[in-house]
Nanobody
Framework: QVQLVESGGGLVQAGGSLRLSCAAS????????MAWYRQAPGKQRELVCV?????STNYGDSVKGRFTISRDKNTVLLQMNSLKPEDTAVYYC?????????????WGQGTQVTVSA
């Protein structure tokens, strides 16, 4: 069984910074891409950024230049700078897990990020 455990998040004033972490645990698996999604109240879940197993990254337009995704083996970090109230959402870690010859999407439990004006 594979688990993604998130940490970080919380309440910060606009212009501040937060860092999220997501660690995958288990055995017999490998991870391809890892990503962060977010979902604000009343809105659909959206992709924030993604990092491949080779280290290539891609960011949503709303976070480019402010957020940085990085990865160390099975742990992915999201450094969020210059936060804005519109960044307020539940942030979810996602991983493409290769297990038993198949690839499955796994999700973290979500962590709340609240940015006050």
């Amino acid at each position: 069984q594979v688990q993604l455990v998130e940490s970080g998040g919380g309440l910060v004033q606009a212009g501040g910074s937060l860092r999220l972490s997501c660690a995958a645990s288990g055995s017999g698996f490998s991870i391809r891409a890892m990503a962060w999604y977010r979902q604000a109240p009343g809105k659909q879940r959206e992709l924030v950024c993604v990092i491949t197993s080779g280290g290539s990254t891609n960011y949503g337009d709303s976070v480019k230049g402010r957020f940085t995704i990085s990865r160390d083996k099975n742990t992915v970090l999201l450094q969020m700078n210059s936060l804005k109230p519109e960044d307020t959402a539940v942030y979810y870690c996602n991983a493409e897990v290769a297990l038993g010859g198949f690839v499955y999407p796994y999700w973290g439990q979500g962590t709340q990020v609240t940015v006050s004006a």
